[in-house]
Nanobody, 119 residues
Framework: QVQLVESGGGLAQPGGSLRLSCVVS????????MGWYRQAPGKERELVAV???????NYAESVKGRFTISRDNAKNSLYLQMNSLKPEDTAVYYC?????????????WGKGTLVTVSS
């Protein structure tokens, strides 16, 4: 059973930092694009940042210059370093990965981790 498990959420003050992690557990053949998405209360889920297998990244305009996405292919892991946090960054953050295993291609999601930015 392939699962994505996020960690690292919590409470941060405005201007503070948090680092999110996501680990892909289980036996996989290959992990392609990985990304972070978020959903704030009353809003639709939105893209935060994505990273291709060999490191090409793309960010939402609202987080450019503040957030950094990275991955460790050897550890099947994804990270999001969030700096200069703002109250509007408050949301549940979801890890997403496009994974090939058992001869098929899957679009997998984690269960999410809550990030709250408040003084």
């Amino acid at each position: 059973q392939v699962q994505l498990v996020e960690s690292g959420g919590g409470l941060a003050q405005p201007g503070g930092s948090l680092r999110l992690s996501c680990v892909v557990s289980g036996t996989v053949f290959s992990i392609q694009d990985m990304g972070w998405y978020r959903q704030a209360p009353g809003k639709e889920r939105e893209l935060v940042a994505v990273i291709q297998r060999f490191g090409i990244t793309n960010y939402a305009e609202s987080v450019k210059g503040r957030f950094t996405i990275s991955r460790d292919n050897a550890k099947n892991s994804l990270y999001l370093q969030m700096n200069s946090l703002k109250p509007e960054d408050t949301a549940v953050y979801y890890c997403n990965a496009n994974i090939i295993y058992s001869g098929n291609y899957y679009d997998k999601w984690g269960k999410g981790t809550l990030v709250t930015v408040s003084s």
